[in-house]
Structures are given as C-alpha cells and as structure tokens.
C-alpha cells in the first residue's frame, strides 16, 4: 500500500476522506467524536509537511438530497475543536459548486489550513460512484489521501472514483486497520484466539470461514450462542436464534473439526424469563434450559473458561459482545472477555469495531488493547480476507 511516507505534500492542496459520519442528539452536537479524534495523526502529519488540507465525508443518508438536517457543519465546529484551530466549512448544497470553488481560493490565500466540504451524499452520484463528480472533487487538490476506513468497503465517487484522477496514498488511519485486521491476521503469534459474539452468526459467516482457517481457537457468545447450541440438538428455550442458519451452524462446527479449530461453545448461560433486566436473572446448563428460558449472557462457568483461554493467547481478535451488555444484569460475560484479554499481557490485541468497540471503552479496557477497529461493516469484510474496495485504489 502506498502510504503518506511515500509522498511529497509541501506546497499542496491535498483532499483527505475521512469517515466523520459521526452519532449527534437533537440539537446537532456531536455525541461521540472518536472518528474526528482518530483522524489528527493524518491531518497533522499532512499539515507538517507544509500542505492545505481539505477534508470531505458523507453524514448519514440524505439520499443525494441538500438535506439541512444532514449538514456537516456541526462536525465542522466539532472538528475546530478536535484540531484546535480554524476549519473552514464550505456549505455548499452541490458539495462542489461555485461557491466551493470561490471559497477554496480564498481559503489557499487565508492562513487557515483546514477546509471541509458538505455531506459528499448530498449529490445521488457519490453513491453512484459517478467520474463526473469524482473528476469535480479531484479538480479541488493536487493529491488524494484516502482514510476513510469505515467508509472504505463502498466504492463511491469520494472513496474510490476520485482516485483515478489523482495521485492516492493511504492515510495512517487506513494503514493502521490494514495492518492489523488484515496483515496481521495472516500470519498471527500462536495460540490465536478469535472471540465470535453479537446477535447474528448470518452477520458473520464470512468471518467464521476465513478466519476458521487461522485461528486456533474460536470462542462463542452472544445470541449467536443459541443458534449453534440449537443445532447441536439442544433446547434453548426462548432463546434468541436464527431458525434457518441452524444447518450453517452445523457447517460451521464441521468446518472448525476439520481444520482442528478448539471451537468453545457456552457450557451455561445466564438469563430470564423476558428481554428485561427486570425479571430475575438465573443460570443454567448448555443442556438443561427449561422452555420459558432466555439466554442473555454466557454464564460464570464459561466466562472462567474464556477468560482461561483468553489468558493464554498471544494474538486475539474480539468480535461481538458476549451478552446483552445493555443491560445491566447481563454486562459478567462480556466483561470476562475484555479481563481475559487484559490478562494476555504482551498478546496483539484486536477490537473488531461496532459493539465491541463500544463495550471496551464502557468498561474501561480502551487502554489493555492493541488496536480498536473505527470501521463496522469495513472491519468485517477485511476480516472476511477482503480487499476492500477503498484499500485497493491506495495499492
Ligand atoms: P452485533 O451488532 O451483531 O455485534 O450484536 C450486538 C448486539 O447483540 C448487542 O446489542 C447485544 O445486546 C446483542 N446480544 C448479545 N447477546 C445477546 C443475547 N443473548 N440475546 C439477544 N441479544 C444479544
């Protein structure tokens, strides 16, 4: 990959795409800046070279509408103050109209340094990955950096389109991911240790194949537990499960036997009688829940059990939560997980994004993990063995 090292930036205008899709409330503040944050070893290593800067990301789905309450100007005052000084904002409902291209002069004279377009999804051809626009967005710099890594798995005219007309690196966020989620991946210190949690086992199939063939050892948890322990013939009450992935499950489970995979499977389960943490909360074997049962976290004998393996790892990759973490009754599984990946002292730790990443930084783990993946659906196609669509216009 053709990263930041590998170019000149002095004296140029250089368009990063970010991924600034950020969480805002009601009243259009930012909630959760970590994606503006993630971004300043880029921005500020592109600022030393001596360059301008003009960022451009999407905000939800306008639909290729100028919808207002899709503006990026919110995350323009958020990212002044992420980046501590001045941000320009182009508002411009054609995202580059006349008045981006009158602003973005003004701006080269100006001592500012950072300038951010509108919402690119403002215009139904980003999505389209139209050359029109790409050609309109690469006409407003002399180099492209592509680091939109949650954002890199969709080629669009801002992700992949703009880099056929212009020189395109990897910015240090991209690099980071590839490194970690992917590289890394294919050749992993022994023992390693893939965790599988969340809701859905069709969510993530394909992660269970590729990685099926590096892991040592998989660990299972989440509602995605109920599905494989269904069709291992046992009853799960009512329990959350996928009825028609019962059969992939099996493949799955054969799969992991053939390639002599430990596959781990909860041994209890901790719940109740409703999606509530309301109701008591009781626990029981993988082989003795009662019909009104709702599994909701891996109980205590399996999270000690996960928590030993997790121990001895020396590369992990967390993948899901273990229970509903939501919830208050149902945080001991999950947490379990995150204690037994502290406890791997000098193991390369891997946070698959999304919910998980959530959950470490609501425990306070943030600080025992090696890498925490921005991306949600981009984490899991790299770690499906991917080559994604944002990473390939940097090679
Ligand atoms: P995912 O988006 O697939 O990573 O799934 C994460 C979600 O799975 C979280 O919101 C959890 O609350 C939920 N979850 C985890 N375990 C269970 C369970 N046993 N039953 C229902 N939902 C669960």
Do not use: W
């Not at 930012?30 to 960022?55: F, M, Q, W």
């Not at 639909?63 to 207002?68: H, I, M, S, V």
């Not at 503006?71 to 103050?81: D, K, Y």
Request: with cysteine; glycine share 8%; net charge negative.
């Amino acid at each position: 990959m053709k990263t930041l090292k590998d170019a000149e930036f002095q004296g140029k205008t250089v368009l990063i795409r970010v991924d600034y899709n950020v969480p805002l409330d009601e009243e259009k503040n930012v909630t959760d800046n970590l994606r503006i944050v993630s971004t300043i070893p880029t921005v500020d290593y592109i600022l030393e070279c001596g360059a301008k800067v003009v960022l451009c990301s999407h905000l939800g789905r306008p639909d290729g509408q100028p919808k207002p309450e899709f503006s990026l100007r919110p995350v323009a005052e958020e990212a002044a103050r992420v980046f501590e000084e001045e941000v320009v904002f182009a508002d411009d409902d054609e995202v580059v109209g006349e008045k981006t291209l009158a602003m973005l002069e003004q701006f080269k004279k100006s001592d500012a340094r950072i300038m951010l377009l509108q919402n690119t999804r403002y215009r139904a051809e980003e999505e389209a990955n139209d050359p029109e626009f790409s050609k309109q967005l690469a006409s407003l710099a002399d180099v492209f950096v592509m680091d939109a890594f949650g954002a890199a798995h969709r080629a669009h005219a801002s992700t992949v389109g703009v880099a056929d007309y212009l020189p395109t690196y990897a910015g240090l966020l991209m690099a980071d991911e590839v490194k970690y989620l992917g590289e890394l991946l294919e050749e992993p210190h022994r023992p390693f240790t893939v965790v599988m949690g969340g809701s859905k086992v069709s969510d993530k199939i394909q992660v269970f194949r590729n990685l099926l063939k590096k892991a040592d050892s998989i660990i299972v948890g989440g509602a995605m537990a109920y599905t494989f322990l269904k069709a291992q013939g046992y009853n799960v009450g009512i329990s959350k499960v996928e009825a028609d992935k019962l059969d992939l499950a099996n493949e799955i489970l054969e799969l992991a036997k053939e390639k002599g995979v430990e596959f781990y499977l909860p041994t209890d389960c901790s719940g109740s009688t409703e999606f509530s943490n309301d109701t008591p909360k009781v626990s029981y074997a993988y082989n003795e829940m009662p019909d009104d049962f709702m599994g909701l976290d891996i109980g205590p004998e399996t999270q000690a059990k996960y928590k030993e393996v997790l121990k001895n790892s020396k590369t992990i990759v967390l993948n899901g939560p273990m229970g509903v973490f939501e919830m208050e009754n149902y945080t001991d599984g999950t947490i379990a997980v995150l204690e037994g990946m502290a406890l791997a002292k000098d193991a390369v730790k891997i946070v698959g994004g999304g919910d998980s990443a959530a959950a470490v930084s609501q425990f306070g783990y943030t600080d025992d993990m090696t890498h925490i993946s921005t991306g949600g659906g981009a984490s899991l196609k790299l770690m499906e063995g991917k080559l994604l669509p944002g990473v390939k216009v940097c090679l």
